[in-house]
């Protein structure tokens, strides 16, 4: 047991005054609990329209379920949520369809439809909700499983491919739509650094060239670093921390500091 | 004893509750009817799945049905009733009863495991919500194509088992019972009345809503693992199962007595 005492400043102030007035997703006060385990405990966030914000945190602490209430994937039992002022709790389906066509989530486990080929996978969004023609969709989706780095994978199923191209495979269809907003639980984990590189200049390439704003949740430091332009630190229910790459680097909050040396005593215990 | 009656207005208590979310669901996918055109591959890919493999089930377990019901009808008939009416007590009881009931149980049940233990895999392996989140709802891309296949083909596998399992009766009969091909078919005509079969269908129709409600119900409610598909799979074969059986007495009470009786 650890028996130093650590002060740690209390949470950055991360609300506007008129939140149906941001243009970007604030998140107000949010809990929730499964059970008796309450997993976020009033968590304000701000992300700024453009931006990419890199979420870090320890395994466990929420960074997976905040992403879901963002786009109401989870019911959230406290808070408000605005999305380009628009607040998505207790917004009707058909409205909460059209806003979700704004967003490409990457799931943890890539979550790819097992009964589908990777392109049907990739490109159902489109034959959907586009009018395209099937060559259409079927051209579009493979340059975007080009884009991930996957090559003549086209009509094998989920089953057939290695953990990482899952993952890749689940990037290019949240990609597909070109989404305004890209929600991405962990792109690189499980990834080798060359790949993980590369994929990290395409989420800097999507947010340059496309505008893209985008939440990471990643324990990927280096890959952290590279891409974000904030990065905010979830702790016991709440942002602890929010701040540049730079501030980051410097700051002796002692959660962060921890945490990005990647040691096992501090704030945050080891187990 | 306490115990006992605890336990049994809970189950009758978790029965209602889920019947009153089941009822959601069937309205959920009324209301993605109008789609189904559009969406008919996916129909006739579970359609597919209703058919595929249930064929050797159906044939086995009708032909016996069949050739059971003759045996069990001769030895009850014995000296008392004449050989004509072995054919009405067949064709009556497969019609009736025998065939949608048992087309529903042994077909439904493999058919309801399936849709269950996909959805619920789905559930627990975040592919639902990936669906959702792409702006497809799960109870118009997944619910409904199974609905209506089910609601489709289990009626038309109930009108082959029933003809098997008269083809099964007269076999038994004319092989082995000493009764002759005459007699049987004669039977088969004597009394014949469409309403047994229409009757017999309606039900096996709304015995495929209430099996692929109950696959589909508890797949989507899946939690917690491979766990939590093996529990959603058997709940929804049992949950099934029941209705079925409770569905069938208030159904012979409507149909039978009330809509055609006299
Ligand atoms: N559907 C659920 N039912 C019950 N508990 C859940 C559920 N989803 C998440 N939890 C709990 O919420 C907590 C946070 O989970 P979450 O997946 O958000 O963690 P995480 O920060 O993403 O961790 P990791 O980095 O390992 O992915 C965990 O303790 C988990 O047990
Ligand atoms: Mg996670």
Redesign the interface.
């Known amino acids: 047991m650890d028996l130093v005492e650590y002060t740690l400043p209390p949470p950055p102030d991360q609300r506007v005054p008129d939140p149906a007035a941001f243009a970007g997703i604030a998140i107000e006060g949010v809990s929730k609990a499964f059970g008796p385990k309450q997993v976020l405990d009033g968590t304000d966030l701000l992300i700024h329209k453009g931006e990419t914000l890199v979420v870090i945190g320890r395994s466990g602490e929420g960074k997976s379920v905040l992403l879901?209430h963002i786009?109401r994937?989870l019911e959230l039992d406290e808070g408000r949520i605005w999305i380009e002022g628009e607040e998505i709790t207790g917004l009707r389906?058909r409205r909460l369809?059209?806003l979700?066509?704004k967003?490409g989530?990457l799931?943890q486990?890539a979550?790819?439809?097992?009964?589908m080929t990777i392109c049907q996978n990739v490109g159902?969004?489109l034959s959907?909700?586009s009018g395209l023609s099937e060559d259409q969709v079927r051209a579009r989706a493979c340059e975007c499983l080009a884009m991930v780095g996957l090559e003549n994978v086209e009509d094998k199923l989920p089953s057939a491919l290695s953990g990482g191209m899952k993952k890749r495979a689940g990037l290019a269809?949240a990609i597909v739509m070109e989404p305004e907003y890209i929600l991405y639980d962990e792109p690189t984990t499980g990834l080798d650094p060359i790949t993980s590189d590369a994929i990290n200049d395409l989420i800097i390439k999507l947010q340059k060239e496309l505008g893209v704003t985008s939440i990471v949740v990643t324990h990927d430091m280096p890959s952290a670093f590279k891409i974000a332009d904030r990065m905010a630190m979830l702790s016991r229910g709440k942002i602890q921390f929010t701040g540049t790459v730079e501030e980051v680097r410097t700051t002796d909050h002692a959660m962060v500091r921890q945490f990005i040396e990647g040691n096992a005593r501090g704030p945050l215990g080891a187990f | 004893m306490p115990i006992l009656v605890t336990n049994l207005g809970g189950l009758v208590l978790l029965a209602l509750m889920h019947t009153g979310r089941g009822a959601l669901l069937l309205r959920a996918i009324v209301v993605q009817l109008p789609h189904a055109w559009r969406m008919r591959h996916l129909i006739y890919e579970q359609m597919h799945v209703v058919a595929i493999g249930s064929m050797p089930l159906v044939l086995t377990t009708s032909v016996f049905v069949g050739a059971v019901t003759a045996v069990q009808a001769v030895y009850q008939m014995q000296a008392y009733v004449p050989m004509k009416f072995l054919g009405v007590m067949i064709s009556k009881s497969v019609f009736i009863e025998l065939g949608p009931v048992l087309t529903a149980l042994v077909v439904g049940s493999r058919l309801c495991a399936n849709y269950a233990a996909e959805l619920g895999t789905m559930k627990v392996t975040e592919q639902l919500d990936a669906m959702n989140i792409m702006a497809i709802e799960p109870v118009r891309y997944l619910a409904m194509p199974r609905f209506v296949a089910a609601v489709l083909m289990i009626p038309t596998i109930t009108i082959l088992a029933n003809g098997i399992a008269i083809f099964g009766g007269y076999l038994a009969s004319v092989l082995t019972l000493d009764v002759t091909s005459s007699t049987f078919i004669e039977g088969l005509r004597l009394f014949y009345d469409p309403l047994d079969v229409i009757g017999g269908l309606i039900k096996s129709f709304i015995f495929g809503g209430i099996i692929s409600l109950s696959g589909i119900f508890f797949g989507f409610n899946t939690e917690g693992g491979a766990e939590g598909v093996g529990r959603a799979t058997m709940t929804a074969v049992v949950g099934s199962c029941l209705s079925i059986l409770v569905a069938d007495y208030l159904l012979a009470i409507v149909l039978f007595q009330i809509v055609f009786g006299r």
């Open positions: 879901k786009v994937l389906t369809m059209e979700r066509k967003f989530f799931f486990g979550a790819l439809f097992d009964s159902l969004m959907e909700h269809r």
